[in-house]
T-cell receptor, first 112, second 113 residues
Framework: GNSVTQMEGPVTLSEEAFLTINCTYTATGYPSLFWYVQYPGEGLQLLLKATKADDKGSNKGFEATYRKETTSFHLEKGSVQVSDSAVYFCALANSGNTPLVFGKGTRLSVIA | NAGVTQTPKFRILKIGQSMTLQCTQDMNHNYMYWYRQDPGMGLKLIYYSVGAGITDKGEVPNGYNVSRSTTEDFPLRLELAAPSQTSVYFC????????????FGQGTRLTVV
C-alpha cells in the first residue's frame, strides 16, 4: 500500500540556519507528493507539491524535489525565519480511489 | 470563498453522549476526509469518501460513523463518546487524486470528560 515516512522532530534551529526535513515514500504507480504546513491553532495548508519524477515544488523559499530513484521528497530551506515555526507534514496521493496519506509530522521551532 | 467549513469549533462532551461534527465544502470536490489529531501527534484517517453515497473506513474508524448524501456535506457522528476520542478533528476535501491539493477546515477541538 501507500505510506510516507518522515523524520520525527522536534527540530530546533537558529534563525537563518539551513533546514532539511527528510521524507521517503512507498507507493505503486506514479503518486503525487506534497508538503503541508500547520501553524499553531490552524488547519493544514498546502506548502508545495510535485506531480511527477524530477519535478521540484517550491514556495516561500521552501523546495522539495521528487526523486523516484530514492523514493524521496525532502523539504529544504536555505535560511529559516522565526515565522517558519510550525509542523510540517509530507503527504502522498495516488490514483485508484485511495485516500491521501500523511507522514507523522515534524515540529520545527526557529529561535531568534 | 468559504472553502471547507467545520462546526462547531469547540465542544465538551460527557462520556456516553453523542454528537455530530459538521463539515461542508463549496468547491464541488468529490473526495472528502475526516482526520483526528491527538496532542503532539500526526493525523490519523478516520473515514473518507470518494463521492456522494460512497464512504470507506480509514485507519481508526471505531466509534465513528459517516454519511455522504450530498457532494457538499460529510458529517462525522460520534456515538457513546469516550475519553479516548478527545482530539482535534479535521475535515478535508479535494478533487480526485493524485495531483490535486486537499483543502482543510479549521478543526473541531473535542474534549470528552
Amino acid at each position: 500500500g501507500n505510506s510516507v515516512t518522515q523524520m520525527e522532530g522536534p527540530v530546533t534551529l537558529s534563525e537563518e540556519a539551513f533546514l532539511t526535513i527528510n521524507c521517503t515514500y512507498t507507493a505503486t504507480g506514479y503518486p503525487s507528493l506534497f508538503w503541508y504546513v500547520q501553524y499553531p491553532g490552524e488547519g493544514l495548508q498546502l506548502l508545495l507539491k510535485a506531480t511527477k519524477a524530477d519535478d521540484k515544488g517550491s514556495n516561500k523559499g521552501f523546495e522539495a524535489t521528487y526523486r523516484k530513484e530514492t523514493t524521496s521528497f525532502h523539504l529544504e530551506k536555505g535560511s529559516v525565519q522565526v515565522s517558519d515555526s510550525a509542523v510540517y507534514f509530507c503527504a502522498l496521493a495516488n490514483s485508484g480511489n485511495t485516500p491521501l496519506v500523511f507522514g507523522k509530522g515534524t515540529r520545527l521551532s526557529v529561535i531568534a | 470563498n468559504a472553502g471547507v467549513t467545520q462546526t462547531p469549533k469547540f465542544r465538551i462532551l460527557k462520556i456516553g453522549q453523542s454528537m455530530t461534527l459538521q463539515c461542508t465544502q463549496d468547491m464541488n470536490h468529490n473526495y472528502m476526509y475526516w482526520y483526528r489529531q491527538d496532542p503532539g501527534m500526526g493525523l490519523k484517517l478516520i473515514y473518507y469518501s470518494v463521492g456522494a453515497g460512497i464512504t470507506d473506513k480509514g485507519e481508526v474508524p471505531n466509534g465513528y460513523n459517516v454519511s455522504r448524501s450530498t457532494t457538499e456535506d460529510f458529517p462525522l457522528r460520534l456515538e457513546l463518546a469516550a475519553p479516548s476520542q478527545t482530539s482535534v478533528y479535521f475535515c478535508a476535501s479535494s478533487y480526485s487524486p493524485p495531483g490535486t491539493e486537499a483543502f482543510f477546515g479549521q478543526g473541531t477541538r473535542l474534549t470528552v470528560v
